[in-house]
Nanobody, 127 residues
Framework: QVQLVESGGELVQAGGSLSLSCVTS????????MGWFRQAPGKERAFVAA????????YYADSVKGRFTISRHNAKNTVYLQMNNLKPEDTAVYYC????????????????????WGQGTQVTVSS
């Protein structure tokens, strides 16, 4: 069983930056592909970014491309999301999740292909 804990969310002004972290524990023998999703009030959970198990592949939603960067440090069991030039529409609860290890990493934007989720961290961007 895998546990995920996100951190780093807070209130920030538009144009500012935040760095989110996601630490995994439990099933340490497996290195998962990982994703970040977000959910704003009254909206569905939306894909933000994903990264392959070795970091060789990264993918982004169009809305964050060029502003957000996903990375990972496998020795620390940690995935990061660096968010720059934040906008009010980035306000949401941000979740990290592990991609199913038995499936090809080609449905990275579909949250149903992710198995374990963290509790989320709130990001609020004021205008």
């Amino acid at each position: 069983q895998v546990q995920l804990v996100e951190s780093g969310g807070e209130l920030v002004q538009a144009g500012g930056s935040l760095s989110l972290s996601c630490v995994t524990s439990g099933r340490t023998g497996t290195i998962f592909a990982m994703g970040w999703f977000r959910q704003a009030p009254g909206k569905e959970r939306a894909f933000v970014a994903a990264i392959s198990w070795n970091g060789a592949e990264t993918y982004y939603a169009d809305s964050v491309k060029g502003r957000f960067t996903i990375s990972r440090h496998n020795a620390k069991n940690t995935v990061y999301l660096q968010m720059n030039n934040l906008k009010p529409e980035d306000t949401a609860v941000y979740y990290c999740a592990t991609y199913s290890p038995t499936l090809p990493f080609d449905r990275y934007s579909d949250y149903t292909f992710y198995d374990a989720w963290g509790q989320g961290t709130q990001v609020t961007v004021s205008s």
